[in-house]
């Protein structure tokens, strides 16, 4: 491929991800559409395509296209929690974890994904995976901690005496 066509590639790559970047995710998914072969840019192309249609709450046509680039990057922690995101909302709970699970063997110190690991381990009933993920979570980011009382997603936690113990954080010292 020339390196012309490999630029205009990256120009229209660098285009829609400005759109993305806008919140106007239907134009930037106008432009990835014009296109049905990215090749040297597949991983790219791929996942602004799921973004935009995630942003777009088409979490079931954003799947095909984050699956394709979770596939030709299994680590990549934007890709497993937009895929996370998309089956979490189209009830695929278990197909969250696992993609989130997936990423975290790449990046065990990546606090986000232990985090909504937490969230998704404790919609699916299983307390005591949740509470490991956000004891891990908050040990790698304490300020993750502000985001607990708004999330929903922990409230069949709420009132466990490990739940509450992590919520309020650290004793001060003395």
Known sequence: M???????????????????????PARALEILERRSDWATMQFEA???????????????????????????????VAVAIALGWCY???????????ALERAERHNPEH???????????????????????????LELEPTLRSLIAEESDFDPLRGNPEFERLTVGPAPLA
């Open 46 to 76: 791929s996942f602004l395509c799921g973004e935009a249609l995630r942003s777009l709450e088409r979490y079931r046509e954003a799947l095909k296209p984050l699956e394709v680039a979770a596939k030709l990057r299994p680590g990549d």
């Open 2 to 24: 020339s390196r012309i066509i490999r630029d205009r590639i990256k120009r229209h790559l660098d285009e829609a991800e400005g759109y993305l970047m806008l919140d106007l």
């Open 88 to 98: 979490k909302r189209t009830h695929r709970l278990a197909q969250a974890i696992d």
């Open 111 to 137: 606090a986000l994904l232990h985090y909504n690991l937490a969230c998704y381990w404790s919609l699916a009933g299983n307390p005591s995976k949740a509470l490991d993920e956000l004891a891990v979570a």
